[in-house]
């Protein structure tokens, strides 16, 4: 699993907290498992940047982007925001262990 960075001196700006699981599978049982708990979660990224509406007259292929296709199979947002509190992060994060180990 790949979780964000920031770079010490940085403060986040993320509007979301997304983490790149090991493959579709993975992600997929994490979701569920975290749904079975009441733990919200949300694939914001299923297509590319190259597969979105205003990009479709540019007819690029999917080849040219692998990387990406494959992250949009691998990626889940977490709960984040500023009212979200210890216990429900630890709660959270404790789910996902368990989901992908």
């Not at 009441?38 to 990387?67: F, T, V």
Request: charged fraction near 30%.
């Amino acid at each position: 699993m790949v979780t964000p960075f920031v770079a010490e001196g940085y403060k986040s700006s993320w509007a979301q907290y997304t983490i790149l699981l090991k493959d579709k599978e993975e992600r997929d049982r994490a979701q569920r498992e975290l749904k079975e708990k009441g733990i919200p979660s949300m694939i914001y990224y299923p297509r590319g940047l190259h597969q979105q509406e205003a990009y479709k007259w540019m007819n690029l292929p999917d080849e040219w982007y692998i990387k990406t296709k494959e992250a949009t199979q691998r990626v889940l947002s977490l709960p984040m925001h500023p009212y979200l509190q210890e216990k429900d992060m630890e709660e959270i994060c404790d789910a996902v262990v368990k989901a992908v180990v």
